[in-house]
């Protein structure tokens, strides 16, 4: 008897509204786009279209947090933030995950005709990160553009080398899963997809 595959990531359908997922696009706008790239543990950041292409924004958000620089949006965190919160450390509690709740990446990416990023890892747990105080644990994904409006970019993440399953993509709908789990962007076809990205940090695995 062959045994179910259970991916190791969770979906929430519509955890946020339409009018949080333009909300995040709102509080967005002080930050500035950069091109879209990569980062290594061991070589730093890096650009390459071929492995990635679209545009971004980051925002990080600490304990430790200035309000006064210019770069933050504003003293409140963007809408639906609570609930995404709430989602990302029940799904690491659930995971069995070590998780530092104050301290997360965000990162509002576009992608238009023709942007994509190949399968990758946030997070590689291995010699390049042993030195590390602090990395990548758990990955959310927020879709905030109604799929009608763009073809293609499908968040893509394997199950194993013969099985791929793809996540929900209706505006509001959040996938989680843990870091160095693999996945993917399809290359957008269409019209334009905006979605937010998360890292929620964490010790090193022991």
Same mark, same amino acid.
């Given at each position: 008897? +062959?045994?179910?595959l259970k991916p190791c990531w969770d979906s929430a359908l519509a955890l946020l509204t339409p009018e949080e997922c333009n909300g995040i696009?709102? &509080?967005?706008? $002080?930050?500035? &786009?950069?091109?879209? %790239?990569? *980062?290594?543990?061991? *070589? %730093?950041?890096?650009?390459?279209?071929? *492995?990635?292409?679209g545009r971004v924004k980051f925002f990080k958000q600490s304990?430790?947090?200035? &309000?006064?620089?210019?770069? /933050? $949006?504003? $003293?409140?965190?963007f809408p639906g933030h609570s609930k995404l919160q709430?989602?990302?450390?029940? =799904?690491? +509690?659930?995971?069995?995950?070590? /998780?530092d709740k104050d301290n997360i990446d965000w990162q509002l990416?576009? *992608?238009?005709? !023709?942007?994509? =990023?190949?399968?990758?890892?946030?997070v590689h747990p291995d010699t390049r990160t042993f030195n590390a105080k602090v990395i990548r644990k758990v990955s959310v994904t927020v879709q905030l553009t109604?799929?009608?409006?763009?073809?293609? %970019?499908v968040l893509r993440l394997p199950i194993d080398n013969d099985m791929i399953q793809h996540a $929900?993509?209706? /505006? !509001?709908?959040?996938t989680v899963f843990p870091s160095w789990y693999s996945h993917g962007v399809t290359k957008i076809t269409k019209g334009t997809r905006y979605a937010l990205v998360g890292w929620q940090q964490g010790p090193f695995y022991r």
């Open positions: 008897m +062959s045994q179910e696009l709102k &509080w967005f706008e $002080p930050c500035e &786009w950069r091109e879209a %790239g990569t *980062y290594d543990e061991k *070589y %730093g950041n890096s650009t390459d279209p071929k *492995y990635r292409k304990k430790d947090m200035d &309000w006064n620089h210019s770069h /933050i $949006p504003g $003293p409140n965190m709430g989602f990302i450390e029940h =799904f690491a +509690s659930k995971q069995n995950i070590n /998780i990416a576009e *992608y238009k005709e !023709g942007d994509h =990023f190949k399968t990758h890892r946030d109604d799929p009608d409006e763009y073809e293609g %970019g $929900p993509k209706a /505006i !509001g709908d959040v």
